[in-house]
């Protein structure tokens, strides 16, 4: 299944993953500039293509709205050729003291891209805010807030992106719609701290970390809603299992039930729970 490139307000576009896989968004700007949230260079093609689509020629910066690699491994890409990659400081951080060995770890199965992209490497943002920040091009302002609970939410660098002209809100991570999460980095409870603020957040358009966007305040409600549910459930069931009340049999069958059982890449049911009873992550 090929990515698309779905246009969801005047000037903002995401490539939407396919099967679930990491949305990337464009912002563009009134001068042919545009700005990319998030990239991934397994995915580098789908981004190029998409800027020449979309008429983004010169890009004016990258955003990272947290650290994972699917993210943030284009960030190399961009930075040799002179894009400033904004991010906050709990994204460089994490990338800082934890990226290597997991950059090192996502490159093994895709290898060839050393010689595609010699000097390829772990690359952290070089423009880093604390709190918020905003970043302007002509026509286009972008409110960009760190919104990762005690510094660990989804991850460690949470962001997220409001697009002011056209009310349009990037999620990142907090937020997958139709697919099942990754949660094994995360931090559940602090994670469900953050979406709470979500729920009241205003936009006209909304675009989440993984799955389809979503039209207008009250679908997105809706949504986060349902991620809030599914994390406050599943870290419930964590604790069951945990307490030896619960099996992990038991809890992979009722993630995969009821009012989840339309939500795709179900791999990471099991995946999840796995690096729960590993006790890597939690
Ligand atoms: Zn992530």
Same mark, same amino acid.
Request: hydrophobic letters at 40%; charged letters at 20%.
């Given at each position: 299944m090929e990515s698309k490139i779905h246009r969801v307000s005047r000037s903002a576009y995401v490539v939407i993953g396919p099967e679930g896989a990491t949305n990337f968004g464009i912002v563009r700007a009134n001068d042919g500039g545009a700005v990319i949230i998030d990239a991934d260079i397994r995915r580098i093609d789908e981004v190029e293509e998409a800027l020449k689509l979309t008429g983004? $020629?010169? @890009?004016?910066y990258l955003v990272n709205t947290h650290e994972h690699f699917d993210h943030t491994s284009a960030n190399y890409y961009f930075a040799q050729r002179g894009v400033p990659i904004v991010a906050s400081a709990g994204c460089a951080r994490a990338m800082n003291e934890e990226g290597a060995p997991d950059f090192a770890r996502m490159m093994a199965p895709v290898a060839h891209l050393y010689d595609r992209f010699p000097g390829l490497c772990l690359t952290v943002p070089d423009m880093v805010f604390t709190a918020a920040t905003r970043l302007t091009l002509p026509g286009v302002t972008l409110h960009l807030k760190y919104c990762a609970e005690n510094g660990h #939410?989804? #991850?460690?660098g949470d962001t997220t992106v409001y697009f002011e002209e056209d009310e349009t809100?990037? $999620?990142?991570?907090?937020l997958y719609t139709e697919v099942h999460p @990754?949660? %094994? %980095?995360?931090?559940i409870p602090n994670w469900l701290t953050a979406l709470k603020p979500l729920f009241q957040s205003h936009y006209k358009q909304l675009i989440p970390g993984h799955g389809p966007t979503v039209e207008g305040e009250q679908a997105g409600r809706a949504y986060f809603k349902k991620m809030y549910d599914y994390l406050e459930d599943f870290y419930g069931n964590l604790q069951e299992i945990k307490a030896g009340r619960k099996s992990a049999e038991e809890i992979a069958a009722h993630m995969m *039930?009821? $009012?989840?059982? #339309?939500?795709?890449?179900? *791999?990471m049911v099991q995946r999840n729970i796995n690096q729960f009873l590993t006790g890597r992550w939690y």
């Open positions: 983004g $020629a010169k @890009v004016g #939410s989804h #991850s460690k809100l990037i $999620a990142g991570d907090l @990754v949660t %094994f %980095f995360g931090n *039930r009821g $009012a989840y059982a #339309s939500l795709g890449k179900t *791999r």
